[in-house]
């Protein structure tokens, strides 16, 4: 099974910043990480696939790196609509998993 | 419009059954995988299970192995999930989700979700 390790858990940061969330795999996710966005009571929403492919409509200040076991999410110039939570996914082998999370708070 | 709806959430007591269900509409329902995944209260994003487009290849965590049972009927556009020994730790929203491909895939579009409430 991969685990994956989401940091930091919380982060507090102002409008206009530029934020960076690591997740890491416990082996070789193959580049197939996932990036989702969810805010109270709402469904997730997907962001990034593979690594670092934007979903169709997701701002361009939005962007992943990273490959093999070490992951990134850049957020640059941040908005109001940013401040939520945000989940890695691996989907290269089952069992499929989420890191735990990151709350991107307003400071 | 292009939307995942489930339903058949409930408060149900443990060893009890529920089954979920996810209608798809907008989209072509029988080219992609579909993902049930669920949130316990004040919690993160769990997977539980997948299916594949014709529905021959399933997949499950090893919490619900044994216990749930994945469907889905392409001719209606429905995935259900047949939740049976229900446990208190199965209390959760669960969601339904759209993966990028046919057995495959990041989950590029979800349902709102249903709550399932297992307690006595």
């Known amino acids: 099974d991969i685990q994956l390790t989401q940091f930091p858990s919380t982060l507090s940061a102002s409008l206009g910043d530029t934020v960076v969330i690591s997740c890491r795999a416990s082996?070789?996710?193959?580049?197939?990480v996932a990036w989702y966005q969810q805010k109270p009571g709402r469904a997730p929403k997907l962001l990034i696939s593979?690594?670092?492919n934007l979903d169709s409509g997701v701002p361009s200040r939005f962007s992943g790196g990273g490959s093999r076991t070490d992951f990134t999410l850049t957020i640059t110039n941040l908005q109001p609509d940013d401040f939520a939570t945000y989940y890695c996914?691996?989907?290269?082998?089952?069992?499929?998993?989420f890191g735990g999370g990151t709350k991107l708070e307003i400071k | 419009e292009v939307q995942l709806v489930e339903s058949g959430g409930d408060l149900v007591q443990p060893g009890g059954s529920l089954r979920l269900s996810c209608t798809a509409s907008?989209?072509?329902?029988?080219?992609?995988?579909m993902s049930w995944v669920r949130q316990a209260p004040g919690k993160g994003l769990e997977w539980v299970s997948s299916?594949?487009?014709?529905?021959?290849?399933?997949d499950y965590a090893d919490s619900v192995k044994g216990r749930f049972t994945i469907s889905r009927d392409n001719s209606k556009n429905t995935v259900f999930l047949l939740m049976n020994n229900l446990r208190i730790e199965d209390t959760a929203v669960y969601y339904c989700?759209?993966?990028?491909?046919?057995?495959?895939?990041?989950?590029?579009?979800w349902g709102q979700g249903t709550r399932v409430t297992v307690s006595s």
């Open positions: 989700a759209k993966r990028w491909s046919e057995n495959f895939g990041a989950f590029n579009m």
């Open positions: 907008g989209f072509g329902f029988h080219k992609y995988a």
């Open positions: 996914q691996q989907y290269s082998s089952s069992p499929l998993s």
């Open positions: 299916i594949s487009n014709t529905g021959g290849d399933t």
């Open positions: 082996r070789n996710a193959n580049d197939w």
């Open positions: 593979k690594t670092s």
